[in-house]
């Protein structure tokens, strides 16, 4: 190696070597297993804690979500509940307007029909159970019979 190539390499640091103090011992501790083994226990309770925590914030923001989308459908819902029960009232009106008496006479001229002038009764002819022709019925005959006997009893 050339003069300038040890130069510009650049210097190799080491650390100063501890010597000692004359007198006094170098302090020598003794490894804790037990101790290291509670600390390692104790930094893994509060990790498992802290995810603990954040998840059910998550979970909680989650419902909250969930709450505030239900919420907004029902509101969507009841407005159109409200709108529906409008439209049904018009729609009732329009009913009850439509079937007037006062309207239905109108629309009656408008066709052309008039007003009858007078009123035709129908009558039911009774049969005559000795007529030709026709054969008395037996429970007719049987519920006369049996008016007969309590008519008396009535009077």
């Known amino acids: 190696m050339s003069v300038s190539a040890t130069a510009l390499r ?3 640091r080491t650390r100063p070597v501890r010597r000692p103090v004359r007198g006094r011992p170098t302090p020598l501790r003794a490894v804790d297993v037990q101790s290291r ?3 390692r226990r104790v930094r893994r309770m509060l ?3 802290g995810v603990m925590i ?3 914030l998550v979970a909680a923001v989650g419902f909250h979500v969930v709450l505030a989308q239900s919420q907004v459908r ?3 819902l009841e407005q159109q509940v409200g709108e529906e029960q409008h439209r049904y009232e018009q729609l009732r009106y329009e009913v009850s307007a439509l079937s007037s008496p006062a309207r239905i006479v109108s629309r009656a001229a408008e066709l052309g029909m008039v007003a009858p002038t007078g009123v035709a009764t129908v009558v039911p002819v009774p049969t005559d159970p000795g007529a030709a022709g026709t054969t008395p019925d037996s429970t007719s005959t049987t ?3 049996s ?3 309590v008519k008396s009893h009535l009077v």
Do not use: G, M, T
């Open 37 to 39: 083994r509670r600390a």
């Open 54 to 56: 954040v998840c059910s």
């Open 74 to 76: 029902l509101d969507q």
């Open 147 to 149: 008016w007969e006997k």
């Open 143 to 145: 519920l006369a019979e």
């Open 10 to 12: 650049a210097p190799v």
């Open 47 to 49: 990790w498992c804690f």
